[in-house]
């Protein structure tokens, strides 16, 4: 097809994008049923990853629970029994690609094929970069991105057979916004972001649409991930929001979701701002947290 034409379909359908869009700010969207569908959770032991699972309990789902924390991971797997659902925990390091791969199998085996996976597990050592161990470093890019490829690799073959599916990828607003004494842990999240936007845009380009991807990035949380985080303007998340507003993206198959919306202006910042007023930004919003120190 000649350019002129591929250029004058762009203009259609960006026209188009902008009015769906505006049509969805009265219409509201038709959320999908999640009741059945088997569900796996990393890091479910607390958090997001156990706030969430309760959340897909309530919806009828079936729960596949990951940690490395025992009875961290089994409480919310009663926890959701008590709700209603079935719930299925195990004890897995997803900082090993072996465990995951080997928990998969038993997964297929003993549950079925997994067609919601929620790659929630995280770690997130803080300090200078000098400071922070480099076996730290390495568990952070295991835990927090190269797991993200080992569970899907594992799961995706049977969401594509059936084209029927949906990936979640727990990041953060420092995949956009990079903080001091977080670089391994930023890097981390810049990276898992990138995983989603190159696996959303793979799915397209093999026609697999039923498979759907979300990508969750909020501002600090109170989960204890991060000791005492404090900012001018940007609010600390409570748990409990983060994962309703998670379930919400999921159910309308929202692509990314940021937390606050506003978060996602930073990038044009960064764009738009030259240097000097961008370091200028940083001191006005003042992110800080308690350092790890070294020993």
């Not at 004058?8 to 869009?21: C, P």
């Not at 999640?34 to 997001?48: D, K, N, P, S, W």
């Not at 009663?78 to 079935?86: D, H, N, Q, T, V």
Request: a positive charge; charged letters at 25%.
């Amino acid at each position: 097809m000649p350019l002129i034409f591929d250029l004058l379909w762009f203009l259609v359908i960006t026209i188009y994008s902008y009015i769906e869009a505006l049509v969805k700010c009265f219409i509201p969207v038709k959320r999908k049923s999640v009741t059945g569908e088997i569900v796996l959770i990393t890091g479910a032991a607390h958090g997001i990853g156990r706030l969430t699972a309760f959340e897909f309990a309530k919806h009828g789902s079936r729960l596949v629970l990951w940690d490395i924390n025992k009875p961290g991971v089994e409480e919310t797997a009663e926890e959701c029994r008590r709700l209603g659902a079935k719930a299925y925990p195990s004890v897995v390091d997803c900082s090993s690609k072996e465990e995951i791969y080997c928990a998969a199998e038993k997964v297929r085996k003993d549950v079925g094929d997994v067609t919601i996976l929620v790659n929630n597990a995280g770690v997130a050592p803080t300090g200078d970069l000098l400071s922070i161990q480099d076996k730290q470093i390495e568990k952070i890019f295991d835990v927090n991105i190269l797991a993200h490829h080992w569970t899907t690799k594992a799961f995706l073959p049977a969401m594509m057979k059936n084209n029927h599916g949906h990936i979640v990828t727990v990041a953060s607003a420092g995949g956009f916004l990079s903080v001091p004494f977080l670089v391994p842990y930023c890097s981390s999240k810049f990276a898992a972001v990138g995983f989603h936007k190159g696996f959303t845009k793979e799915l397209s380009a093999l026609g697999k649409d039923g498979i759907k991807t979300t990508c969750l990035c909020p501002v600090f949380l109170n989960t204890g991930l991060f000791k005492n985080p404090r900012s001018r303007l940007l609010p600390i998340l409570k748990p409990e929001e983060v994962a309703s507003k998670l379930m919400d993206g999921i159910l309308c198959n929202q692509k990314t979701i940021f937390m606050p919306s506003h978060v996602k202006l930073y990038p044009l910042l960064e764009v738009i701002l030259p240097e000097r007023a961008l370091v200028a930004l940083d001191k006005v919003m003042k992110i800080k947290f308690d350092t790890e120190k070294k020993e």
